[in-house]
């Protein structure tokens, strides 16, 4: 069991963004994704998730050896995939618990014969956001704010950690602006990869900052650099960028390249 993505090209208004992407995740692994800005970091998350600005020219993506670029971005969420964005909406007058349960009856709902989502009962629903809320040490009191209403940074890191965690995807993707987060939501953040990671679970934690990756241990880290992943490795590799910028790293894949 694999997320598989070969040669992938993604073009953005008919600007090439990825180059010819390449990259293996394990079921149970989690991998970092790091580069300067620009490189197409949340190009590669949006295309995953079938974002239709993102123009899939070329390569392929095999999710459990599914081909997922065949699929609407509706049908990867049902297979397993979870992105969560690096800017959250605010959506206001919908209750968190609202909107959760909704979120949670698209991806996971049965359907009826008629094509209508039956949903699931809202006393179970009930029961497993609150061994969601305590695996994660949420507070009750927050699924009954407004999404992202008001929420400071912490807070929206927490909603998308407990909608994650109700969807309890395969492979969840998390494009993080550390720069915005302070240590306690990036704490947030952590705490709740740890807590929901496991041999049938695999993140893809994309990040500036080698910070993150004091609390989240990857088993590998990926250096993506002008829509190429360039150098791939353990959480060394981050402790090496942390030390020396990107600049030594990209000099020496373009000497190799000469
Ligand atoms: N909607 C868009 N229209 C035009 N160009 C875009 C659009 N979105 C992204 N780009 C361009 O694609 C390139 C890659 O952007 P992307 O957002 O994937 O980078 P990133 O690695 O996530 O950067 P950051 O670290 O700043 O989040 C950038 O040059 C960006 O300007
Ligand atoms: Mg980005």
Redesign the pocket.
Known sequence: MSLVIKDLRVS??E?P??KGLNLEVGLGEVHAIM????????????ALAGHP??EVEDGEVWMDDVNLLELTPDERAKMGLFLAF?YPTAIPGISMANFLRTAVNAVKGEKNGDGKNKGIPITEFRKLMTEKMNLLKIDKEFARRYLNEGFSGGEKKRAEILQMALLEPKYAIL?E?DSGLDIDALKVVSEGVNALTGPNRSFIV?T?YQRILNYVKPDFVHI?YN?QIIESGGPELALRLEQEGYDNLIKEKEMEAA
């Open positions: 953005i208004d600007k963004i990825l580069g300067p800005n620009g490189s197409g970091k949340s190009t590669l998350a949006y600005k993102y690096q494009d602006t994309i500036h993506l829509g």
